[in-house]
C-alpha cells in the first residue's frame, strides 16, 4: 500500500515511534528513523520487516538539526511523503514550580519541532501532490489535566496546528491530521506510574490500576501497535479526504 513512499517519523526509537514506523514499514514504506537511546535495536526491529530504514539523530529542539534530518530524507531516501511528528516529552509539577527549561523544552519538541518539519516537508509534497502529516498529539490536546500545563499548551498547540496546516492543504492530495493517544505503556508513562508508586506507597501494579481509572472508563492501555494502524489508515487512499481532525484512540477519556 505505501510502496515507494518514505516516512520520517520523529523519535521513532521507542514507543508509539516505534510502533508507528513498524506499521508503516509492514505497509511497504521507506522508514527513516529519530530519536535517542537503543537506536540499533529499533534499526534491527524495522529492517526485519524487509523495509529499507535509515536513521538522523536530530536532536528535535534544534532547528539547524530538524533541517538536516529533513535534508537527510530527501537527498537518501527520495523525498518525504509521510512525517510523522511524534517526538514528546512530558514533565509533571504545578504551574508555579515549574522549571523555566522545561517548559521550553516541551514546547519546542512537542510543538515547534513540528512546524519546523512540516514548513520544510510541504513543498515537496506540494510538488508531488501527495503527502500525509500525521501529528501524535494526545487527549491532552482536546482536555487538560492539573500539573501539565506544558505539555497541555504544547498539545492544544498541535491540534491547532493540525488544523491551520490542513486547510492550508486542502486543494492538495496533501493531508494534514493529529491523532490523540490515550495512556499508552511507554517509557514516557512508566517513570509517571513509577513516581506515582513512590509518592502513594503503592505497588506499580495499583499505581498503574489508579492512573488508567482516573482518566479512562476502559481499564487498559492502547498500544503503539494499534496506533500504527490508525496512522497507517490516515496515509490510505480510503482516508485521502480526512483533512483536519484530532482522532482520539483514548479508552473513552475525552468521551465523557
Ligand atoms: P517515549 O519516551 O517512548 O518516546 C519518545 C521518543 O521521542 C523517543 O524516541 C525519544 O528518543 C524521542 N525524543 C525525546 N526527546 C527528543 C529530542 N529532543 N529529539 C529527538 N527525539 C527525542 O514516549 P511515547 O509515549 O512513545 O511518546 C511519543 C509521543 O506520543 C509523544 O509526543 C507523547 O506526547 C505522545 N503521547 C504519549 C502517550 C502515552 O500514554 N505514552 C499518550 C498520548 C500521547
Not at 529533513?70 to 518525504?80: K, N, P, Q, S
Request: charged content about 15%; glycine content about 10%; aromatic content about 6%.
Amino acid at each position: 500500500m505505501l510502496e515507494g513512499k518514505t516516512a520520517v517519523v520523529t523519535g521513532s526509537t521507542s514507543g508509539i515511534g516505534l510502533g508507528i514506523a513498524l506499521a508503516l514499514a509492514r505497509k511497504g514504506a521507506r522508514i527513516v528513523l529519530n530519536g535517542f537511546g537503543d537506536v540499533e535495536a529499533a534499526q534491527a526491529e524495522v529492517a526485519a520487516t524487509g523495509a529499507k530504514v535509515g536513521y538522523h539523530g536530530a536532536d528535535m529542539t534544534q532547528p539547524e538539526q530538524i533541517a538536516e534530518l529533513m535534508l537527510y530524507a530527501r537527498t537518501d531516501f527520495d523525498g518525504v511523503d509521510i512525517l510523522v511528528n511524534n517526538a514528546g516529552i512530558q514533565y509533571v509539577a504545578n504551574v508555579e514550580d515549574f522549571p523555566v527549561e522545561k517548559w521550553d523544552a516541551i514546547i519546542a519538541i512537542n510543538l515547534s519541532s513540528a512546524f519546523h518539519t512540516t514548513r520544510l516537508a510541504v513543498p515537496g509534497m506540494r510538488a508531488k501532490n501527495w503527502g500525509r502529516i500525521i501529528n501524535v498529539a494526545s487527549a491532552h490536546g482536546l482536555v487538560a489535566s492539573a500539573q501539565k500545563s506544558a505539555y497541555v499548551a504544547s498539545k492544544h498547540g498541535i491540534v491547532g496546528f493540525t488544523k491551520a496546516v490542513a486547510l492550508e492543504t486542502a486543494d492538495t492530495g496533501v493531508t494534514v491530521n493529529a491523532i490523540c493517544p490515550g495512556w499508552v505503556l511507554t517509557p514516557l508513562v512508566q517513570q509517571q506510574v513509577e513516581a506515582r508508586a513512590a509518592q502513594a506507597g503503592v505497588s506499580v501494579e495499583e499505581a498503574t490500576r489508579r492512573l488508567l481509572g482516573e482518566k479512562q472508563p476502559a481499564p487498559q492501555f492502547t498500544t503503539p501497535e494499534q496506533l500504527g494502524e490508525l496512522t497507517a489508515f490516515l496515509c490510505s487512499d480510503a482516508a485521502s479526504n480526512v483533512r483536519g481532525v484530532a482522532w482520539n484512540m483514548d479508552g473513552g477519556w475525552v468521551a465523557q
